[in-house]
């Protein structure tokens, strides 16, 4: 009967020579725990793979960035630590790294054949699942017991090659940092293999909890989103029409959209054209990513169909460290953690229905130019804390039944820039014949996998690739992507209003 009793995995043994680190609080938590994230660059050129790994070995030998090679391991009271290798070698390397070689060009590939490409129409395209079958190699962790349980370190890199093309996977654990942190990351890989090793940034040590200084300052109940916090019976009624949404509209998928240049600055003309007309002042500034995050919301509110009267509690994450963090800011300092936090909108569906993109974008902008203010992040800093002890969940903002609908703009990453040119030993498309230039993106696609039920109408902004063209992806029921796809006709003028 003793197999009744099977015991689960072991952790690996302790090293003595190992550096233990403490994780730092604001990147230990139940989310970020549960989430794994693969970000895939597609390169229209054949990188080496000799100059990848050696290139990031290189890294791994800097002080701070040799950091990132440390193990992931769960003190006995339940919080994350790391266990820093006092080297780096063949046994215990500071990265995994994996090449699959495919003696064919990537349209001869059934599945890489079916991987995004920039259009000239806004379009719906493929599934994110086909981007994880044919880039992520076997060994490729998913889930953070792929940590605890094993001596593997933080990064796994996956290289596809193929004879006129490369797809560049990086993976991490969501404990380890965010967008912004990855982009530095990226920016000091790159630096490496481009022989610019002067150009690395300084690697900032965050500390255990680099939040810690903004907890005291204001309190929690002067954030302005303080009178929308769900607690008690409207947290139980919140939780409960999430769960409703899940059993009745069964089944999700992330899927990628493309929208050129052109349409998005159609639309951000018409919106500046609108708020100056209906005002005596001039326009208040919008980016292209507001614009395109309002038309999104519509667009999704339109193929969800919610009540009218229902609430829209819009997340719009932001990154903290110009304005709460400015010593780690400076473009020659790399900060490696989840330095974010979420601007609200509130919205009714029906607002969202009847008024113009430019309300929704000016409501976006409104509430993140007041919610990324020092004393707002320091009130949102501390209400977290204040919550921390009685639950290991982020809190809520809305009403009972309120829809959430959350975005993440990795456009300032600059993702479609980053320079492997000096990794590139054959061009697959004459840099002639494309916008992207050599050893540069035409594509960048993020996918995650996540524990427990699927979160969703959730998803980034990627960015803008060199010929101006809008990515962005989202998980959003599966019935709802038919009215998606009908928006983006609409927009390209396939179809009338």
């Avoid at 947290?235 to 769960?243: D, E, G, N, P, Q």
């Avoid at 509209?249 to 050129?260: A, D, L, M, Q, T």
């Avoid at 501390?382 to 009685?390: F, H, P, T, V």
């Avoid at 996540?450 to 959003?476: E, F, H």
């Amino acid at each position: 009967m003793g197999f009744l009793w099977k015991r689960g995995p072991s952790p690996p043994k302790k090293i003595p020579t190992d550096t233990v680190l403490p994780m730092p609080a604001w990147d230990d938590q139940r989310r970020m725990r549960h989430c794994c994230l693969h970000v895939t660059s597609r390169f229209d050129d054949v990188l080496s793979p000799e100059v990848l790994r050696q290139s990031l070995e290189r890294l791994l030998q800097i002080d701070g960035w040799r950091t990132l090679g440390a193990r992931l391991r769960m003190r006995d009271d339940g919080k994350l630590e790391y266990h820093l290798p006092a080297q780096y070698d063949a046994e215990r390397p500071g990265f995994g790294f994996a090449v699959i070689k495919h003696a064919m060009c990537i349209k001869e590939h059934p599945l890489a054949a079916r991987l995004p490409q920039a259009t000239t129409q806004p379009s719906l395209l493929s599934d994110t699942a086909d981007v994880s079958s044919i880039c992520l190699g076997p060994d490729c962790p998913r889930d953070i017991d792929d940590w605890l349980y094993s001596d593997r370190p933080q990064l796994a890199i996956d290289v596809v090659l193929f004879d006129d093309a490369t797809l560049l996977t990086v993976t991490f654990l969501h404990t380890l940092t965010d967008a912004m942190g990855l982009s530095s990351f990226m920016k000091a890989w790159t630096s490496i293999i481009n022989g610019r090793e002067d150009q690395v940034p300084a690697f900032h040590s965050v500390g255990e909890d680099p939040m810690a200084q903004f907890t005291e300052k204001t309190p929690a109940k002067a954030s302005v989103n303080f009178p929308f916090l769900l607690t008690g019976i409207r947290l139980f009624s919140f939780i409960l029409s999430y769960v409703f949404e899940l059993l009745w509209y069964r089944g999700h998928n992330e899927r990628v959209i493309c929208i050129p240049g052109q349409y998005i600055d159609g639309l951000r003309n018409q919106a500046l054209h609108d708020l100056s007309r209906d005002s005596q002042h001039p326009a208040p500034f919008l980016s292209e990513s507001d614009i395109l995050l309002a038309w999104w919301t519509k667009t999704l509110i339109k193929s969800l169909n919610p009540s009218p009267g229902r609430l829209i509690s819009l997340l719009n994450v932001f990154d903290i460290r110009s304005t709460a963090l400015p010593q780690s800011s400076s473009p020659n300092t790399a900060l490696i953690t989840n330095a974010a936090l979420v601007s609200i909108t509130f919205l009714r569906v029906r607002q969202i229905l009847n008024k113009p993109v430019s309300f929704i974008a000016s409501a976006i902008r409104t509430s993140l130019t007041q919610q990324r203010t020092l004393p707002q992040i320091e009130a949102s800093f501390a209400l977290q804390k204040s919550l921390s002890a009685k639950n290991a969940h982020p809190p809520m903002f809305g009403e009972a039944n309120s829809l959430l609908v959350c975005c993440t703009n990795w456009n300032r990453g600059r993702f479609f820039e980053v320079d492997f040119s000096a990794a590139v030993t054959k061009s697959g498309i004459p840099p002639t014949d494309r916008p992207n230039a050599l050893g540069r993106p035409s594509f960048v696609v993020p996918t995650q996998h996540s524990r427990g039920p699927g979160l969703r109408n959730i998803g980034p902004i990627i960015g803008k690739d060199a010929a101006g063209n809008w990515w962005l992806s989202s998980t959003v029921r599966t019935s709802a992507w038919a009215g998606i796809e009908r928006e983006l006709d609409i927009l390209g003028g396939k179809k009338n209003r």
